[in-house]
Structures are given as C-alpha cells and as structure tokens.
C-alpha cells in the first residue's frame, strides 16, 4: 500500500512543469521528477542516490552549498529559502535556477533534508543581460551625442569653452547633496552639458563681444532658452531635458525669463542648474570682466536667497564648499 501511494505521489511530481528534488541530510538525491532529469540530462537512476553538490553544483559554488547543508544540520540560522544557482547538465553546461527551499524535519524537529522546487531561468537571465548591454550602449550613444551637442556651441562661443561640462559637474553634485532620485540626477546631469545649446542661433559678433552686452544683445541673449528648447524637445529623452534647459534663466520670484515662472512652477532641476550656472559664470574670466572668487559667488547666492534663487537649493550648495569641503578644479 505505502508503495502504492508512494508512485501515485511520484507521477503526480513528474507532471510538474518545474524541477522537484529532495536531498537528504548529507546531501544525497532522495527524490528528483522528470523535468529534473530533462533539465540535467541525466535519467533518472543516474541521479538518485548521487551527492547533488559533487555532481550537478558548479565547482566554484560547492563550499558555498556544502555550507549551508551543514549550518541547517547544526541549527543554525540562515537564509536559504530563495535563491538562484547555476547547475551543471550532462553536457558541462550551466543553466541558472531560481530555487525555493523548505527544510524537512522529523517529528524531534531535527534536519533530515531539503524539498527543492526549481524554474530554469538561464533564457530568462540571458535575455535579461542582453537588455542590459544593450541598455548601456545606447546610454553610452546618447551621452556621445549630448558632448558632440555641447562641443557645437563651445566651438562657437570662445568664452564657455568647458562651461557646460563645468556646470553639469557641480548641479550634479549639488543635486545628490540635496539627495535628489537617481533619474532626476541623471536628466540634470544630460541637461547641464547642452543648457546653452541655444546660443547657437546668436550672432557670433554677440557672443564674443569683447564688452559688456547692450540691451539689442541681452534681448537676444535671452532668447538662448526658448532656442534650445526648440532643438532639444525633438529628442526623446528619459528626462524632461528640453524643459529644464527652457527654465534655467527663470527666478524663483518671477523676474526671471523666458516665461516669468515662479516658486514651484520651475522645475527643482532648472532651479539647481541656475546656481551651478551662476557659480560657474561668476568664477570664470571673461573679456569684459576679471574671474570672482568663489566666496564671492557665494555671496551672490545669499544676497539673493529666496528672491532670485531657490533657498533648498543654494543652502545645499554653500554646504558643499563650507562644511564639505567641495572641490573643483575650474573654481578658485
């Protein structure tokens, strides 16, 4: 009778569509169904009775296995219950597992052994680290793209060789003080290196002028937004790029342009990028006008706190210089 039960119990687990195995104790195969065996490549009385780390754990991972088998012999606690691993089949090939365990007992509570129940995920897993690469050479066109986009205006504009990528250094460091999400970080980061992507619509003559701007220049000056909007919006970015580039001259109280956005209508990006861009501007040489100090653009943010600049947004950043310390080589 009990061998009776035992093989209805036996068919029931060979229907399964996922891998069943029992090991005991020592770690000997007690019970293993069919899809088991079509997984491994083995029959199945070329598993049964076999040690299951000896022969179907990759080698690199045994004193792992065989370390868990002995801490559950003990008692001891450990996590086991999910986990994926690799198994060797016929052939020496690896196919990755995801596993769920349960720890069988006697009726004294002592370990007598492990029930397994497996999904081979190799394809899966595969698929799933093709996506990836394929992820990360696309991030790696576009961040190429984004340079040779900043490289364009740099060429064009003498004085803010190394602006942008100068500026997207420090939002982007003002930005994980702030501990801004990741996916923010990174649409700021993208929009930092072609902010002034716009001035390419403006007249050389302007961009290079040797003297402070007249008020025709400013008005065209003012127009590098709403320009790099323009060419920025076709691209189909992760992050609203086109929209932080847009708002980077807007001010916290209004008086800022191209729309006279206020508080929380500009985005936290734009409100960042602005600073760094001040920072940044403020500490470098132009014609018309000797370097400041940093301690000078800092001061510039506090006058200003709350009226043209974000106060979350300057406070993070003269943390950054004050009480850590920050360092850029372009900033005296």
Not at 71 to 85: G, N, V
Not at 307 to 331: E, M, N, P
Request: glycine content about 6%; hydrophobic content about 35%; charged content about 30%.
């Amino acid at each position: 009778m009990i061998e009776k039960e035992k093989n209805k119990l036996q068919k029931y687990i060979d229907i399964a569509g996922i891998i069943l195995k029992i090991i005991d104790r020592d770690g000997k195969v007690s019970l293993i169904n069919n899809r088991g065996c079509e997984v491994l490549g083995y029959a199945k009385e070329e598993i049964l009775g076999k040690n299951w780390i000896d022969n179907f754990v990759p080698e690199r991972l045994q004193n792992k296995m065989n370390d868990i088998l002995a801490k559950l012999r003990s008692k001891q606690t450990i996590s086991y219950e999910h986990f994926e691993s690799p198994i060797l089949t016929i052939n020496g090939e690896e196919k990755n597992i995801s596993w769920y365990n349960t720890a069988l007992k006697d009726e004294r509570g002592e370990f007598q052994g492990i029930l397994s129940s497996g999904e081979d995920v190799t394809t899966k897993s595969k698929a799933e680290r093709e996506l990836q690469e394929n992820y990360q050479k696309l991030q790696q066109i576009m961040e190429d793209t984004v340079y040779t986009m900043a490289k364009v205006i740099e060429r064009k504009d003498p004085y803010s060789a190394g602006h942008q990528k100068k500026v997207s250094q420090l939002a982007t460091a003002i930005a994980k003080e702030m501990k801004l999400p990741k996916d923010k970080i990174e649409g700021l980061k993208v929009a930092s290196l072609v902010h002034d992507i716009g001035k390419i619509g403006i007249p050389i003559e302007i961009l290079s002028k040797p003297s402070g701007l007249t008020e025709l220049g400013y008005d065209l000056m003012k127009e590098h937004p709403m320009t790099g909007y323009n060419i920025l919006k076709e691209i189909d970015f992760p992050w609203p790029v086109a929209e932080i580039v847009l708002q980077h001259h807007e001010k916290v109280n209004g008086s800022g342009y191209p729309n006279g956005l206020k508080d929380d209508e500009i985005l936290i990006e734009a409100k960042i990028l602005c600073v760094a861009d001040v920072i940044e501007a403020m500490s470098s040489y132009r014609a018309y006008r000797p370097s400041h100090s940093i301690k000078e653009a800092l001061n510039e943010l506090t006058k200003n706190k709350g009226t043209l600049y974000d106060s979350l947004v300057v406070d993070a950043c003269k943390t950054l210089f004050k009480y850590k310390g920050a360092k850029f080589d372009f900033l005296q």
